[in-house]
């Protein structure tokens, strides 16, 4: 069973953003389904280090589409990409560096509550905007 279920809740009406958030989260419940079936920390990160590059690849195109329509709360959600970036990079590092750091289900439901909550937040704080730009 998924870590993560995609469903319309999670959905912020912008095909090109739906389908990077689906690819997040199959990449959180591939990391899940790893750890949970014991698999080798080498394959867990090389997982998460395509976890965190993703991330950084997805939080770059949202701002590039700030930049392209003026959207006026950009800033705030850059920098709240910065601190969530921050933080998958750091809990990342740790695990690379650490040869005896396990993934756990606590780091699995941090990552759930981080990529859930960022979408239902802060994403669709500027569905609206892009929508009413034409953006689909």
């Keep these: 069973m998924p870590l993560i279920e995609w469903s319309a809740d999670l959905s912020v009406g912008i095909n090109s953003i739906d389908e990077q958030h689906k690819k997040l989260v199959n990449m959180i419940n591939a990391l899940n389904d790893a750890m949970l079936t014991g698999s080798s920390n080498e394959l867990l990160g090389k997982i998460f280090t395509g976890l ?3 991330t ?3 939080f770059a195109y949202e701002e590039n589409m700030f930049a392209e329509y003026g959207y006026a709360d950009s800033e705030k959600h850059k920098r709240q990409h ?6 998958v990079v750091e809990l990342k590092q740790n695990f690379i560096e650490n040869p005896q750091a396990t993934i756990t289900t606590d780091l699995m439901q941090f990552l759930k509550r981080w990529l859930t909550n960022h979408i239902m937040k802060t994403d669709k704080e500027y569905t609206e905007f892009l929508l009413s730009k034409g953006v689909k």
């Design 52 to 54: 965190a590059a993703y």
């Design 56 to 58: 950084q690849k997805h």
């Design 82 to 87: 910065s601190e969530l970036i921050a933080q």
